[in-house]
C-alpha cells in the first residue's frame, strides 16, 4: 500500500505543478477578444479595423485592477470587441511571435524594442495600423471610451489626443 502511495505522488505533483504554472502566466482579461500579435496584425490589416496592443504581465497589480475595475464594464467590452481588433502581448513572455515585417521574435524582445516600461501599456493604432498614440498605467473607464471615441469617430485625422481629451 505505502508502495503504491510512493508512485503516485509524483504523478500527483507533476499534474499540480503544471497546473499552477498554467495559473501563473499573465493573460488578457475575461470576455474580451484578445488575439496573439501576429493573428491581430493579420486581422487588423485584412478587416481595415483599428487595433489595441495591449502590455501586461503575470504579478501585474495594476492589470488586474483594470480588469477587476474597468475591463468588466458591459459597454466598454462590447465598444471594444466589436469596433477594435485586440492584441495582448506578455512583456515576460518568451513566445515567439512574427511581426507584420516577417521577423521572428518574443513577446518580451518586442515589448522591449517598444519600449515598454511598464505594465499595463496600451497602444492604439488606426485602421491603417499606424500607432497612434500609447498610454502607460491605470486607465479609467471614461478614458478607455474616449480613446476609443478619439479613433473610431476619425478626430484623430484632425487633432491630437491632448485637444480631443480637453474638448471632452
Known amino acids: 500500500m505505502q508502495h503504491s502511495s510512493l ?73 471594444y470587441n466589436s469596433a477594435f481588433v485586440l492584441a495582448y502581448v506578455d512583456t515576460e513572455s518568451g513566445k515567439r511571435i512574427k511581426l507584420g515585417n516577417g521577423e521572428r521574435t518574443t513577446e518580451m524582445q518586442f515589448a522591449t524594442r517598444s519600449r515598454i516600461l511598464g505594465t499595463p501599456t496600451f497602444i492604439y493604432f488606426s485602421p491603417e495600423q499606424k500607432p497612434l498614440f500609447k498610454k502607460a498605467g491605470f486607465q ?24 480631443f481629451m480637453a474638448q471632452q
Open 7 to 79: 508512485v503516485r505522488f509524483p504523478i500527483v505533483m507533476a499534474v499540480v505543478l503544471t497546473l499552477s504554472i498554467g495559473s501563473l502566466m499573465a493573460a488578457p482579461p475575461d470576455d474580451y477578444q484578445f488575439l496573439s500579435l501576429t493573428e491581430a496584425t493579420q486581422l487588423a490589416n485584412s478587416e481595415n479595423k483599428p487595433m489595441l496592443l495591449y502590455f501586461g504581465r503575470y504579478g501585474c497589480t495594476t492589470c488586474r485592477k483594470m480588469h477587476a475595475e474597468v475591463f468588466n464594464d458591459a459597454s466598454l467590452r462590447a465598444k
Open 140 to 163: 479609467s473607464i471614461a478614458q478607455m471610451n474616449l480613446y476609443g471615441d478619439y479613433i473610431l469617430e476619425n478626430h484623430y485625422k484632425s487633432m491630437p489626443l491632448q485637444e
